[in-house]
T-cell receptor, first 111, second 110 residues
C-alpha cells in the first residue's frame, strides 16, 4: 500500500458545484495532516491543516478519520479560482519525519 | 514570519559546473527538506534534516550533496548534474503542526 493515496482525478466541475477529495494514509503513527494547493509552476501552498475534530475555513471543510486512516477535503460553491492541484500531505509520525505527499488531484472549475 | 526563502529562483548550469541552492527559515522549525518536482508530478522527497542531522536520504545520487550549517539554513550542493536533473527544487520546513515551502529554484541543466 502506498504511503499516501489520493483520488486520481481530474475533477472537472461547473462553478457552484460541491466537490470532495479523499486521501488515505498507511502510517497509523502519523500525527499531522495537511491539504496543500499547487498552481501550475508554483510551490505548494498550505490550504488547511486537518484536525481530529474536523475543521472548516469558509467554503473548505477538512475531515480526519484516524480509525480508517482517511482524510477528506470538501469544497463548496466552487469558484474558477479553485482550479489547481490539491495535494494531501501526511507527517510520517515521528518528530522531524518527512512530509509524505499524495500524487495530487487536479480540479478544473469551468463557467 | 512564515516564510521559507530559497535562492536563486532560477538557475541554468552546465554539466561540469558546481553550484549551490540555498534555503532559509526563521520559524524555529527543526525539520527541513529538499524535494524535487518534475512537471505534472508531485514533489519527490530527496533529503530530510532533523535537528541539523541528515535523517533521510532517499537514495539520491551523490552529485546532489545536502548541508545544514545551522537550524535556519539548508543548502544543496550540485556537481556534474545531468540534463534529466532539470526540475523545480523545493525546500520546506516543518514543526509537528505546520509546514511551509519556499518558492523553489527552477533548475535547468544544459
Amino acid at each position: 500500500r502506498k504511503e499516501v493515496e489520493q483520488d486520481p482525478g481530474p475533477f472537472n466541475v461547473p462553478e457552484g458545484a460541491t466537490v470532495a477529495f479523499n486521501c488515505t494514509y498507511s502510517n497509523s503513527a502519523s500525527q499531522s495532516f495537511f491539504w496543500y494547493r499547487q498552481d501550475c509552476r508554483k510551490e505548494p501552498k498550505l490550504l488547511m491543516s486537518v484536525y481530529s475534530s474536523g475543521n472548516e475555513d469558509g467554503r473548505f471543510t477538512a475531515q480526519l478519520n484516524r480509525a480508517s486512516q482517511y482524510i477528506s477535503l470538501l469544497i463548496r460553491d466552487s469558484k474558477l479560482s479553485d482550479s489547481a492541484t490539491y495535494l494531501c500531505v501526511v507527517n510520517g509520525g515521528r518528530a522531524g519525519t518527512a512530509l509524505i505527499f499524495g500524487k495530487g488531484t487536479t480540479l478544473s472549475v469551468s463557467s | 514570519d512564515t516564510e521559507v526563502t530559497q535562492t536563486p529562483k532560477h538557475l541554468v548550469m552546465g554539466m561540469t559546473n558546481k553550484k549551490s541552492l540555498k534555503c532559509e527559515q526563521h520559524m524555529g522549525h527543526r525539520a527541513m527538506y529538499w524535494y524535487k518536482q518534475k512537471a505534472k508530478k508531485p514533489p519527490e522527497l530527496m533529503f530530510v534534516y532533523s535537528y541539523e542531522k541528515l535523517s533521510i536520504n532517499e537514495s539520491v545520487p551523490s552529485r546532489f550533496s545536502p548541508e545544514c550549517p545551522n537550524s535556519s539554513l539548508l543548502n544543496l550542493h550540485l556537481h556534474a548534474l545531468q540534463p534529466e536533473d532539470s526540475a523545480l527544487y523545493l525546500c520546506a520546513s516543518s514543526s509537528n503542526t505546520e509546514a511551509f515551502f519556499g518558492q523553489g529554484t527552477r533548475l535547468t541543466v544544459v
